[in-house]
């Protein structure tokens, strides 16, 4: 799980592999420690067969889910975090 900057780090680096993002998935990390998926920021659905634009989609979409978070987290206190999916070939 990363927190939104080291994520789009991430998908910059793989994609730089040219190594494609299946999918990435939206976790929140409550103030004790305790983690969960997040109901309000699921992650992607069906992101491109590309590597270039699939890496587009998921920052696009991690974008929209970061600023919503940022707007009115799901949860008090709580911390949006990312799990990023990469194909295997």
Do not use: N
Request: aromatic content about 8%.
């Amino acid at each position: 799980m990363l927190g939104y900057e080291d994520a789009l780090l991430a998908v910059d680096h793989i994609a730089g592999t040219g190594r494609r993002i299946e999918a990435w998935e939206g976790w929140v990390q409550m103030p004790e420690g305790a983690r969960t998926h997040s109901l309000a920021h699921p992650g992607s659905f069906a992101l491109p067969m590309q590597p270039g634009p699939a890496a587009d989609a998921a920052r696009r979409t991690m974008a929209e889910a970061h600023a919503a978070w940022e707007h009115a987290p799901e949860y008090p206190k709580a911390s949006l975090f990312f799990s990023l999916v990469i194909a295997s070939s």
